[in-house]
């Protein structure tokens, strides 16, 4: 177990956390945490390569773990009627249908690791989750647009990956 693993899974750790202040209607300690989640994925990843403990592992969990944190965060956020349910919907399927790859080409001794548009998507995602927490304006319009961003990232993976 390496340092960057340990801080990703303590990323995952915390999500239950920040789903009970979502629950408990403390937007500012929910998207506090929720941003302080996220940017543990730049920290652990500086880790990996600051110390030389990038790993097959980490490749697989590091955007196991944000799948996870926006997957859940939003789909509290339909619960407590922040969000709509297309959008999530469509990010949760393409996250999916990548991790689905991702087993595929690990179980073929290939490690997908993330892509730009893959980060990208990433941020956008975290931008919506935080604006809708908060009650932003134009917060659901950012979620689409994260949507969108989603199935680009996905449609490139597979265009990439899938042949290989």
């Known amino acids: 177990m390496t340092a960057a693993n340990a801080v990703t899974l303590a990323r995952i750790a915390l999500i ?9 209607n403390r937007p500012l ?14 920290l652990d990843g500086y880790i990996a390569r600051r110390y030389k403990q990038t790993s097959d592992l980490g490749k697989l969990i590091d955007p196991l773990a944000d799948k996870i944190l926006v997957i859940s965060m939003l789909i ?31 179980r073929k001794g290939k ?28 917060a659901v319009t950012v979620l689409y647009l ?12 597979f265009i990439k990956w899938a042949k290989k």
């Open 76 to 106: 509290a956020l339909i619960d407590v009627r922040l969000a709509p349910a297309v959008p999530v919907i469509i990010i949760a399927a393409r996250d999916f249908a990548v991790s689905g790859l991702r087993m595929d080409k690990a």
């Open 16 to 24: 239950p956390l920040n789903i009970y202040f979502l629950y408990a």
């Open 146 to 157: 994260a949507a969108l961003m989603t199935i680009v990232s996905g449609l490139e993976y």
């Open 111 to 138: 490690v997908i690791a993330a892509s730009p548009w893959g980060k990208i998507k990433t941020v956008s995602q975290v931008v919506a989750v935080l604006m809708l927490i908060l009650g932003l304006p134009f």
């Open 29 to 42: 300690w929910a998207a506090g945490l929720f941003l302080l989640i996220s940017l543990t994925d730049a």
